[in-house]
């Protein structure tokens, strides 16, 4: 069984800052990782996903995420945020079995950008 | 774009209350998933199908069934409804990633 941990519940940053959030996990085998958004009173939304080879993957919108399994996490990071970037942002994971495997989610972090 | 609705949006019930929460996808995927969605939660996944007359037990089953009764359509079904099952419910279907619906707010009394 698959477990993903947000730590942070709540970043407020000022627009153009950069901002980072945190997402661990523990599984045992292979893992796919991925991140959505969740605009207020929306559905999630991909923003972008890993499975295998580069560490250093790019999503929309100028995200970014960084596998590391040394450290069982799999941060997003945003270089200068802009007030849309106003959101609920979870992390989810699943075993690398295909679509057998259901999403497990993090209990999401809301980013909060400051004019 | 894929593309996965929900209805109702909103629902109100009575405790003991009768309620389907429906959901269509039009994308021919063949999974597809029920969560729902409490503050300090995150989503937590209920049921989900690899197919029509396919059910997988989630996370969080107890007091929901559900039923898959075509390729595009996947139902939530809650016969006896409690106020612990007031959520926000959402739906989602699989390709390689997720495509969720708008979401339906169900509140019981």
């Known amino acids: 069984t698959q477990t993903v941990s947000q730590s942070d519940a709540h970043v407020t940053v000022f627009e153009g800052d950069s901002v980072e959030l945190r997402c661990n996990y523990s599984?045992?085998?292979?893992?796919?990782l991925s991140w959505y958004i969740q605009h207020h009173g929306r559905g999630l939304q991909f923003l972008l996903k890993?499975?295998?080879?580069?560490?250093v993957v790019q999503g929309v919108n100028g995200f970014e995420a960084e596998f590391s399994k040394s450290d069982s996490s799999f941060h997003l990071r945003k270089a200068s945020v802009h007030w849309s970037d106003s959101a609920v942002y979870f992390c989810a994971v699943s075993a690398q079995t295909g679509f057998a495997s259901a999403l497990t989610f993090g209990s999401g972090t809301k980013v909060i950008v400051l004019p | 774009e894929a593309a996965v609705t929900q209805s109702p949006r909103n629902k109100v019930t009575v405790t003991g209350g009768n309620v389907t929460l429906s959901c269509r996808q039009t994308n021919s995927h063949n999974y597809m998933y029920w969560y729902r969605q409490d503050t300090g939660h995150g989503l937590r996944l209920i049921h989900y199908s690899y197919g029509a007359g396919n059910l997988q037990i989630g996370d969080v089953p107890d007091g929901y069934k559900a039923t898959r009764t075509t390729q595009e359509d996947f139902f939530l079904l809650l016969e006896l409804a409690s106020p612990s099952q007031t959520s926000l419910y959402f739906c989602?279907?699989?390709?390689?990633?997720?495509?969720f619906g708008s979401g339906t707010r169900l509140t019981v009394l």
């Open positions: 599984y045992g085998g292979s893992i796919y």
């Open positions: 989602a279907s699989r390709a390689e990633t997720l495509y």
């Open positions: 890993y499975y295998s080879g580069n560490p």
